[in-house]
């Protein structure tokens, strides 16, 4: 069971700036959950540099009351991540436990920016959000499927799933990697051959990858209903081969390089 803290917002009153709120916000939880203790709480934005370390030890606060059993962070960038890891070891002798990033098989930025190299190298477990890509890796809005409702630049484009380097403005402005259907259909054919080889659909194969690329990556798919539960759940019932992961990997990024991206 796992909770998060975040930081005030200057649209939602209904959260605090304070380092404070780091307990309080926890304690609410705990209440609502009707348990003791949650197995992970995590931090949901990297604060200022200048207010980190108080924040985390406000974290590390949690776990020696009992309150968390384990504290993670979401949306830290590999500098962050390796402070973090170093200054709740030696000051509170607390081991990090998780980064929450965006990674999926079409945004692999946490494979370049050093982030998942990090992350095995202080055993910190990667969680990844939108492994999906909101719908897109289910192969439902490829060549010859559903028209997506949303074609618009800002689709796709969380703060998680800016690539190393990306201008702000020019994601604003580009349209997303996702959109680019005809362009992204081989990537979608090799994903269906391996669906079919290993009797799985083309979502679970974008999990599958997700979960092979290191013991430590965990995704964090979506469910909207029970029928979607059980085929995220069956990605784990089988395991690619090591072939069918570099023709992925080396197929997205063939595609990567061919739209200059």
Same mark, same amino acid.
């Given at each position: ?13 209904n ?5 404070k709120a ?8 705990l209440?609502?959950?009707q ?11 990297p604060?200022?540099r200048?207010r ?8 590390a ?12 962070v979401s ?8 402070? %973090?890891?170093?200054? #709740?070891?030696s000051v509170? *002798? $607390? ?5 929450? !990033? =965006?990674?999926?098989?079409l945004?692999?930025?946490?494979e370049?920016?050093?982030?998942l ?7 910190v477990t %990667?969680?990844?959000? #939108?492994?999906?890509?909101? *719908? $897109?890796l289910?192969?439902?809005?490829? !060549? =010859?499927?559903?028209e ?15 690539e ?5 403005f020019?994601?604003?402005?580009s ?6 259907r005809e ?11 391996i669906a079919?080889?290993h ?8 999990l ?9 990556v ?7 209903s ?7 759940a ?19 990024a ?8």
């Amino acid at each position: 069971m796992a909770t998060k803290f975040t930081q005030a917002k200057p649209y939602d009153p209904n959260t605090n700036f304070s380092v404070k709120a780091v307990g309080t916000v926890l304690d609410r939880s705990l209440q609502r959950l009707q348990v003791d203790a949650v197995d992970l709480y995590q931090i949901h934005y990297p604060p200022a540099r200048r207010r980190l370390d108080t924040y985390l030890d406000a974290m590390a606060a949690t776990v020696k009351s009992g309150k968390a059993k384990a504290i993670g962070v979401s949306n830290f960038s590999t500098d962050y991540l390796r402070h %973090s890891y170093t200054y #709740l070891q030696s000051v509170h *002798g $607390v081991t990090l436990a998780s980064n929450q !990033v =965006g990674f999926n098989l079409l945004h692999r930025h946490p494979e370049r920016n050093g982030m998942l190299a990090a992350c095995r190298e202080l055993g910190v477990t %990667s969680l990844p959000i #939108l492994p999906l890509a909101e *719908g $897109v890796l289910t192969g439902k809005f490829r !060549v =010859g499927g559903q028209e997506h409702g949303g074609q618009g630049p800002t689709l796709f484009r969380g703060a998680s799933l800016f690539e190393p380097g990306e201008s702000f403005f020019k994601a604003m402005r580009s349209k997303p990697y996702e959109m680019h259907r005809e362009e992204l259909e081989p990537l979608f054919e090799v994903m269906d051959q391996i669906a079919r080889a290993h009797d799985g659909t083309i979502a679970q194969v974008a999990l599958n990858w997700l979960i092979n690329t290191d013991p430590l990556v965990i995704p964090i798919p979506g469910a909207k209903s029970p029928s979607q539960v059980k085929s995220n759940a069956a990605a784990l019932s089988w395991t690619m081969t090591a072939e069918e992961f570099s023709r992925l990997a080396e197929t997205e990024a063939a595609i990567r390089r061919s739209l200059r991206l």
